[in-house]
C-alpha cells in the first residue's frame, strides 16, 4: 500500500482519538458533539459550493452515511457516560473489523483466511478483558460501544463505496459533513429542544475546535478510502486506540494500568490482523 494512504490513515487515527478525548471530557457531551456538528456544516457549505455536485447515486450514499452518522454520535455519548476514554473506546473502534468480518462471512459467505481468524479472536479477547475483572469497564458502556461499532461499520463500508460515485472526494467529504451536522440538529431539538451556543463560554470554543479535528479526521480518512482498499485502511485507522488510551492517560487523568495497556494493544494488533 502506498505511503501516503498509510500516512493519511494515521493521521486520520491520531484525529480521531483527540476529538474522542475532547468529548469524553465535557460536562454534556450530547451538546459537545452537537456543537461539534456546528463546526462540519460552516467549513463544509464553502467546499460543497466550490466543488462539482455529487450525482443522483452519490446523493444516495450521503444521506445514508449521515443518519448512520447521527446514530453514532448519541450512541457513543451514551457509551462515555460511564466508561473511561481508554476502556470504551477501544471497544468501539475494535469491535469495526470484527463485526465487517463476522458480517462478511455470516450473511454473505465471505471466505476468512488465517490471518482473519487471529485478528477476530485478538479483538475478541482484548474487548472481553476491559469488560471483565475489578477494574472493567460498566456492562451498560459496553453495550452502548458495540452498537456504536456496529453503526461505524455500516457508514465506514457505505463511504468506501459512495466515495467512488463522487468525482472530487472532498465533495463528498463535505456534503456529508454538511448533512450530518443538519440532520445532528434537528435530533438535539428533538430530544432536547433548541440548541444555544454562548461563545463567551469556554465549553462552546472548546466543542467548537473540537469540531475541526472531528472534519479533518473524516476529511483525511475520505481521501485514503479514494487512493487505496478499504480494508487495510480501515485497519490501520484502528490504532487509533492506542492513541486514545495514551491521551486518556496525559490529558483525562485516566488510569494506566498493565492489564489496559495490554488490552488496547491486543484490539489493535487484532485489528490491523483482520485488515491484512
Given at each position: 500500500m502506498n505511503p501516503a494512504v498509510i500516512a493519511l490513515a494515521l493521521s486520520a487515527a491520531i484525529l480521531h482519538a483527540s476529538w474522542n478525548a475532547f468529548l469524553r471530557s465535557g460536562s454534556d457531551?450530547?451538546?459537545?458533539?452537537?456543537?461539534?456538528?456546528?463546526?462540519?456544516?460552516v467549513f463544509a457549505l464553502p467546499v460543497m459550493l466550490w466543488l462539482p455536485l455529487p450525482t443522483a447515486t452519490g446523493f444516495a450514499y450521503i444521506l445514508g452515511s449521515s443518519f448512520l452518522q447521527v446514530a453514532y454520535?448519541?450512541?457513543?455519548?451514551?457509551?462515555?457516560?460511564?466508561g473511561d476514554l481508554g476502556q470504551v473506546y477501544p471497544v468501539v473502534r475494535g469491535s469495526v473489523p470484527l463485526l465487517v468480518t463476522l458480517g462478511g462471512f455470516l450473511?454473505?459467505?465471505?471466505?476468512?483466511?488465517p490471518s482473519q481468524l487471529v485478528g477476530v479472536a485478538l479483538v475478541a479477547i482484548g474487548i472481553m478483558s476491559l469488560s471483565l475483572g475489578r477494574q472493567r469497564a460498566p456492562t451498560s458502556s459496553i453495550l452502548w460501544a458495540l452498537l456504536t461499532g456496529l453503526i461505524i461499520a455500516s457508514y465506514a463500508t457505505?463511504?468506501?463505496?459512495?466515495?467512488?460515485?463522487?468525482?472530487?472526494?472532498?465533495?463528498?467529504?463535505?456534503?456529508?459533513?454538511?448533512?450530518?451536522?443538519?440532520?445532528?440538529?434537528?435530533?438535539?431539538?428533538?430530544?432536547?429542544?433548541?440548541?444555544?451556543?454562548?461563545?463567551?463560554?469556554?465549553?462552546?470554543?472548546?466543542?467548537?475546535?473540537?469540531?475541526?479535528?472531528?472534519?479533518l479526521a473524516y476529511g483525511v480518512i475520505i481521501v485514503a478510502y479514494?487512493?487505496?482498499?478499504?480494508?487495510?485502511?480501515?485497519?490501520?485507522?484502528?490504532?487509533?486506540?492506542?492513541?486514545a488510551m495514551l491521551i486518556g492517560w496525559l490529558f483525562l487523568g485516566e488510569?494506566?494500568?498493565?492489564?489496559?495497556?495490554?488490552?488496547?494493544?491486543?484490539?489493535?494488533?487484532?485489528?490491523?490482523?483482520?485488515?491484512?
Open positions: 457531551r450530547l451538546w459537545s458533539i452537537t456543537v461539534m456538528g456546528v463546526t462540519g456544516i454520535s448519541i450512541f457513543l455519548v451514551f457509551a462515555y457516560r460511564l450473511l454473505t459467505g465471505q471466505t476468512v483466511g457505505v463511504d468506501s463505496t459512495g466515495v467512488r460515485y463522487v468525482s472530487d472526494p472532498r465533495a463528498y467529504a463535505a456534503w456529508v459533513l454538511f448533512t450530518y451536522g443538519v440532520l445532528l440538529i434537528i435530533a438535539y431539538t428533538a430530544m432536547r429542544g433548541r440548541l444555544r451556543i454562548d461563545i463567551r463560554q469556554k465549553e462552546s470554543w472548546k466543542a467548537l475546535g473540537a469540531g475541526i479535528f472531528v472534519l479514494s487512493l487505496g482498499p478499504a480494508g487495510p485502511i480501515t485497519a490501520i485507522r484502528e490504532t487509533s486506540v492506542v492513541f488510569t494506566l494500568t498493565f492489564k489496559r495497556i495490554v488490552a488496547c494493544l491486543i484490539v489493535a494488533a487484532g485489528a490491523i490482523a483482520i485488515g491484512r
